[in-house]
Antibody, heavy 125, light 109 residues
Framework: ELQLVESGGGLEQPGRSLRLSCAASGFNFDDFAMHWVRQAPGKGLEWVSGLSWNSDAKGYADSVKGRFTISRDNAKNSLFLQMNSLRPEDTAFYFC??????????????????WGRGTLVTVSS | SYELTQPPSVSVSPGQTARIICSGDALPIQFAYWYQQKPGQAPVLVIYRDTERPSGIPERFSGSSSGTIATLTISGVQAEDEADYHCQSADSSGTSPWVFGGGTKLTVL
């Protein structure tokens, strides 16, 4: 069964750090790019960061660039998000997601499937 | 930055057809993807590449796209379909591949 399980969330003060982890199972982890997507309470979804299968390519949303670092350990089927200089606006559920891609004569595209259950990060003094 | 626009809410009675739209300037050249999110749960993919339905998703869920509008259609809506629905797509250049709409709350009356 495909499964992504996040951990590491919690309550932290502004300016401090948190490290999120995601444990993957049920698929060949090192065949896929992985991402973090967040959702502030009562709000929509926001892509945060993504990392290629071999860690050669990574990207960040402007809102977290320079503060968050994504990484992975393929030997341990794990994805991480180091979150530094936390701000109240970082408060959200953080979901670990697998990237799926297709490239056919009809065109190319990518989407997320499956999603983990998420871990809640609360930034407040 | 690129934006996808969805109506905040849609309401239908059981058995009726619900249509949820997603508007974006790049939709004529980019695929749309749809996720269902029930309260307290993670999103689940229900439509990919405009019209494709993943295995395990009921046939009453379908997708279409024309011009700058992508549409998620739920035929014969059931009470269990009450959820938030999020569209996702990319900007015209593909430099922002994972942009989400604001989400639409589907209420089954």
């Amino acid at each position: 069964e495909l499964q992504l399980v996040e951990s590491g969330g919690g309550l932290e003060q502004p300016g401090r750090s948190l490290r999120l982890s995601c444990a993957a199972s049920g698929f060949n982890f090192d065949d896929f790019a992985m991402h973090w997507v967040r959702q502030a309470p009562g709000k929509g979804l926001e892509w945060v960061s993504g990392l290629s299968w071999n860690s050669d390519a990574k990207g960040y949303a402007d809102s977290v660039k320079g503060r968050f670092t994504i990484s992975r350990d393929n030997a341990k089927n794990s994805l991480f998000l180091q979150m530094n200089s936390l701000r109240p606006e970082d408060t959200a559920f953080y979901f670990c997601v697998r990237e799926m891609t297709s490239n056919t004569s009809s065109g190319a595209g990518s989407w997320f499937d499956p999603w983990g259950r998420g871990t809640l990060v609360t930034v407040s003094s | 930055s690129y934006e996808l626009t969805q109506p905040p809410s849609v309401s239908v009675s059981p058995g009726q057809t619900a249509r949820i739209i997603c508007s974006g300037d790049a939709l004529p050249i980019q695929f749309a993807y749809w996720y269902q999110q029930k309260p307290g749960q993670a999103p689940v993919l229900v439509i990919y590449r405009d019209t494709e339905r993943p295995s395990g998703i009921p046939e009453r869920f379908s997708g279409s796209s024309s011009g700058t509008i992508a549409t998620l259609t739920i035929s014969g809506v059931q009470a269990e379909d009450e959820a938030d629905y999020h569209c996702q797509s990319a900007d015209s250049s593909g430099t922002s591949p994972w942009v989400f709409g604001g989400g639409t709350k589907l209420t089954v009356l």
